[in-house]
């Protein structure tokens, strides 16, 4: 959730000034096959952490990376 990327990154923000390193890599999936899966607990959830996720955190850290940082 948005809420809970930002208090990760508020915890990180408290000891951290700078970030040199941020590797955006997270991934699960619903745990069924392919063409059976429930919508609310398969596809959202997958979504929420495969895109949101991501998409949260970096956007709360990018002030703290340095020039010369790297991304992935």
Do not use: M, Q
Not at 9 to 23: D, M
Not at 31 to 48: A, R, S
């Amino acid at each position: 959730s948005k809420a809970g990327c930002d208090a990760l990154i508020a915890e990180f923000k408290k000891r951290e000034n700078k970030l040199h390193v941020l590797v955006n890599n997270s991934g699960i999936t619903w745990g069924g096959p392919f063409t059976d899966f429930p919508e609310d607990k398969g596809w959202d959830n997958v979504f929420n952490v495969n895109v949101k996720a991501i998409f949260y955190s970096t956007s709360n850290l990018i002030g703290l990376v340095h020039v010369y940082s790297l991304v992935l």
